[in-house]
């Protein structure tokens, strides 16, 4: 009967989520400016009773006493005991002082971050590591695992730095020697055929009606989604009425189109989990590397490609205009969206040099986690590494260096690891469904998705978290993560 409870709490706790997600993206995209108030008090409210159901003494007891009667119950069993563990190993008055902490961290950040002032902001950034330490070793006391892993596994199930560590070295070494080969392969293709200017200005109108169409083409379901626009682009909402945004530039549309493609990969993944699961954690998406996986699959693998552009060009045509790019092909296309080039930001990194913006981070968190660094030596360190991946200085420059990202301000520590793990297993998907799909860029050439769509729901999207994240990568594609298919990759696409 136990596990009966279990099943109810679920459909408890999935209404709720699914309340907080779409006020969390109408929020986002049209909630008027005075709303605003009234908005966080519904949501806190939701919050705390989805907290209070979420950690209820006796679900530990239901989980001790289910008994499954299904495989499928099985593991499901096993996610609602990883959830409640979770959710219940930081005591209450911990979870208040990290999170007065983390806002008014994050507020600083905003407030400083412009003037590169790292002095002013340090005070709140040591408090804040200080917080992630304690929330790092209360986490592995209750899970028996090392601090960072127990860190880590929130956002990846099943990730470890002993696994981890050795790929992001082999991953780094490779890079460090290929930026400069890119470039100078880049040189040597843009000696010949210069970059071209975009033509704007571009109708938003327009460019919506391009991403509408985009977003269809790949497989995207408009009975259980829509498209929007924020500030920050972002997929959002619930699988069955997934949010998702973009922002547009007059100047130029490829910015927009790429961030719709990019959030497209993430609504698929949506879409595609298992419904029958939804309200258990095991219907839910395995983790933040497997998400990025799918978003940088359609971005990357897919939208980067030149079949990709043999069928995109005359779309841009139609809803664009014909003079919209006048004299580009496929190739000057492939120009503008696989420009490389050494920068500070990461996000605004391209494919080869982003991967080493995230290695410095991973870094230099294992380091703060474990003591060895403190926060005020972060520029120094961060400009080391900086001037060893890259080749570029930001010792003069916070702003543009350690102050960039909001994640350490907001006390998320393990989450970084996920965007470069996100790059290589699409790498690795890729090479999989080559292997079984001979046809695929054929395919692509001619706007037929089907076969690509059905490949990763079969291994991916349907089996919402049945398996750890390194498991669901060795189910999918044969092997365990590695990086070399991601070096083969970048050697094909930047040194050809």
């Known amino acids: 009967m136990s596990f009966q409870k279990l099943d109810d709490l679920g459909r408890k706790l999935e209404a709720l989520e699914h309340a907080l997600s779409i006020l969390g993206a109408d929020e986002a995209t049209h909630m008027a400016v005075g709303g605003g108030e009234k908005r966080a008090e519904a949501m806190s409210n939701l919050a705390g009773m989805y907290h209070a159901q979420a950690t209820a003494p006796e679900i530990a007891d239901w989980i001790a006493a289910a008994k499954p009667e299904t495989e499928d119950q099985r593991l499901a069993l096993v996610e609602f005991e990883r959830q409640y563990v979770s959710a219940t190993c930081l005591p209450t008055e911990f ?68 696994d981890l560590d050795p790929v992001f070295a082999d991953l780094k070494s490779f890079l460090k020697g290929f930026v400069p080969e890119a470039l100078a392969a880049q040189d040597a293709r ?64 490829l910015s927009s189109l790429m961030g ?72 000057d296309v492939l120009n503008e969206v696989n420009f490389v080039e050494r920068g500070y930001i990461r996000v605004d990194a391209d494919e080869v040099t982003y991967p080493l913006h995230v290695i410095l981070r991973y870094e230099l968190e294992q380091d703060l986690v474990a003591g060895k660094l403190e926060a005020s030596q972060i520029p120094e360190a961060w400009d080391t590494k900086m001037t060893e ?41 890729w090479a999989a469904l080559e292997k079984v799909q001979p046809n695929l860029r054929s395919d692509i050439a001619k706007g037929d998705f089907t076969g690509v769509n059905q490949w990763r729901a ?30 083969a990759h970048l050697k094909k696409r930047y040194l050809a």
């Open 389 to 429: 991946y890259l080749g570029i200085s930001t010792i003069n420059d916070p702003k543009d260096g350690p102050m960039q990202d909001v994640h350490w301000p907001g006390g998320a520590f393990g989450y970084f690891p996920s965007y470069t793990l996100g790059a290589m297993i699409a790498a690795q998907q």
């Open 260 to 331: 719709v493609l990019h959030e497209t990969g993430h609504a698929l993944y949506e879409q595609g989990l298992p419904k029958d699961w939804s309200h258990w954690p095991l219907g839910k998406a395995r983790g933040m590397g497997i998400h990025e996986s799918q978003s940088l699959f359609v971005e990357m693998q897919l939208a980067r490609s030149p079949e990709f552009w043999q069928f995109a060009l005359p779309m841009v045509h139609q809803y664009l205009g014909e003079d919209a790019i006048p004299g580009w092909d496929v190739a």
């Open 95 to 162: 979870v208040e002082r990290k999170t007065a902490a983390t806002m008014r961290s994050e507020q600083l950040w905003r407030e400083l971050r412009a003037k590169g002032d790292w002095d002013s902001f340090l005070p709140a950034l040591e408090g804040v590591v200080a917080l992630v330490r304690e929330e790092a070793q209360l986490r592995a006391d209750a899970t028996g695992l090392a601090p960072y892993d127990a860190l880590m596994d929130q956002y990846d199930p099943g990730n470890r730095t002993a």
């Open 458 to 487: 079969d291994n991916i999207w349907t089996q919402g978290s049945r398996w750890s994240t390194p498991d669901l990568i060795t189910r999918a594609t044969g092997e365990p993560l590695n990086t070399d298919f991601f070096k």
């Open 190 to 253: 843009l000696a010949k055929r210069p970059r071209k200017s975009l033509n704007g200005p571009y109708p938003i109108e327009k460019q919506r009606e391009l991403g509408l169409a985009a977003m269809r083409a790949v497989g995207f379901d408009f009975t259980h989604g829509s498209l929007a626009v924020s500030h920050h682009p972002f997929c959002g909402g619930v699988p069955t009425d997934v949010r998702m945004t973009t922002r547009y530039r007059t100047d130029e549309f």
